[in-house]
Every structure is written in C-alpha cells, then in structure tokens.
C-alpha cells in the first residue's frame, strides 16, 4: 500500500512513486464521504469526473443510498453510466431511467419485527435494504438468529444496512460490469468505508480517500491525500496521465 499524508493533493509527488496500468476502463466509486462531502459532490470534483468520462473512462457510482434519497442530493447522475444503490441491491440506469431490484426484496416479517424491537428507532427502509443506527447492531443480529432470516449486517459509518445474504457493493458491481460488457480487473475502486471492502474484492486497484476508515485504508492498494472529492479530484488527475 502507498500511503501520503493527508494533506492538500501533491500530484507530483504520488506520479513519482506510483504507476497505473493502462488497461483500466473504469472507475467504481462511493458517493457519501468520497465523492461527495455532507451529501454533496463538488463542482470541482463534477468537472474532474466529466473529464474522466470524456478520457474514455467508464463511471460507476455504488452507494448505500436508496434511489429517491440519492436524487434529492446529487443532479449529476447522468456522469455515470451505472448507478448501484442500496449496497447492491438495486441497480439503476441513468440513460434510460430505469431502477431495477437486483436482490430479494425487504422481508415483511422481519421489518414487523424490527419495528417492534426498536420502537421509536429511525428505520431507513429501501427496496431490499434496511438501514438504522449502528448501536442497534447487537439487537438486529440478534433478532435475524432467533428469525432465522437469511440477512445480514454490515457496518457504514454512524449506520448499520440489513440485506439479504451475498448482497453487496461487489456484488451490485459485478451486476454492472456485466450490462457493460466490462470486467473487475479494467476497475479502480475508491471509497471510504467499511461497507467499501467488499467493492474493492477483485479490482485491479483500489484507493481509499483521506478521510477513509483505517480499516479500509489498510486494505487498499492507495491511500490519497486529501479528502473526500479532493482525494477523488487527486486521483482522476493520475488516472488522466494513463490515457494515451
């Protein structure tokens, strides 16, 4: 792993140490905390992604975000050329506007159960995802073992997600490389969070941003400097140095 201080970007100082293949295609990035600072991107980091896209490179957004909250946040969607949300479970297409479940849906059942073991507790309830606050993690493990229901945890900052089991970023990725007709070894993957590491399985490279969990950052191959969409704005500008 290369890591640089969490500083200002030094571009030159990340071109002399490191080197990209140049059969990288795409880019997987998180939105909240990586593109995206306090729920929005830059204008900035917009125009880097724009210059990204107009470079040759693909764009894949995979967020934890449902697909009406996301809207309300982020006017760009249509930079990208997938859009995976929910942790993977949902998938949408910015060219034609269409959302498609790619995950079983929300149990009834174990949403009725929650509810009763949180009463009160805020619940963020997608097509497939359940989300809440992440001190409740004890009691929702809890309550999938004594259900029996095929779900589980993952972690994400200040939250917790409840999916069904298998359903990830990786996952969800995998989904829109496939409708793309691309593959996980042309990705570069960058993100933030716990949630992230299963985006960042089978990358040709990965990159976590400055302000990054220390766990994720100890997984991926490149830590930026900076922070959020200015570590992404670093790491566009080194990506555009590889495009004949």
Same mark, same amino acid.
């Given at each position: ?5 969490? =500083?200002?970007? %030094? %571009?030159s100082?990340?071109? /002399? /140490?490191?080197?990209?293949? /140049?059969?990288?295609?795409v ?6 905390? /990586? ?7 830059s ?5 880097? &992604? ?15 975000? #449902? &697909? ?5 946040v982020c ?24 959302? %498609?479940?790619?995950a ?8 009725a ?7 009160g507790?805020? &619940?963020?309830?997608g #097509?497939?995802?359940v989300?809440?606050? $992440? ?10 073992? &004594?259900?029996g229901?095929?779900l ?5 900052g ?6 069904p ?5 990786r ?23 716990e ?8 990358? $040709? ?10 766990e994720?950052?100890? =997984? ?13 704005q670093c ?5 555009? =140095? =590889?495009?004949?």
């Amino acid at each position: 792993m290369l890591a640089t201080p969490n =500083t200002p970007c %030094q %571009q030159s100082s990340i071109r /002399t /140490t490191w080197h990209f293949p /140049t059969d990288l295609k795409v880019l997987a990035a998180d939105y909240d905390g /990586t593109l995206a600072d306090r729920g929005r991107m830059s204008a900035d980091t917009v125009a880097a &992604l724009r210059s990204l896209r107009a470079g040759g490179f693909r764009l894949i957004l995979v967020s934890g975000r #449902r &697909l009406d909250n996301i809207r309300q946040v982020c006017g760009e969607l249509d930079l990208f050329d997938a859009v995976i949300l929910e942790n993977g479970a949902v998938s949408f297409c910015p060219a034609t506007g269409t959302e %498609q479940l790619i995950a079983p849906a929300v149990d009834e059942r174990f949403l009725a159960d929650l509810a009763r073991e949180l009463p009160g507790e805020p &619940l963020f309830v997608g #097509r497939s995802m359940v989300a809440t606050a $992440a001190g409740n993690a004890g009691c929702v493990e809890v309550l999938i073992a &004594l259900g029996g229901y095929d779900l589980e945890v993952v972690g994400c900052g200040r939250r917790i997600l409840v999916l069904p089991k298998g359903i990830n970023k990786r996952s969800g990725l995998s989904h829109a490389l496939a409708s793309l007709g691309l593959h996980r070894d042309q990705v570069i993957a960058v993100g933030d969070e716990e949630n992230d590491m299963e985006l960042f399985k089978g990358c $040709a490279l990965t990159a976590a941003v400055g302000n990054a969990a220390p766990e994720l950052k100890a =997984t991926a191959n490149l830590v930026l400097p900076g922070e959020s969409g200015q570590s992404v704005q670093c790491l566009v500008d080194m990506l555009l =140095t =590889t495009i004949p």
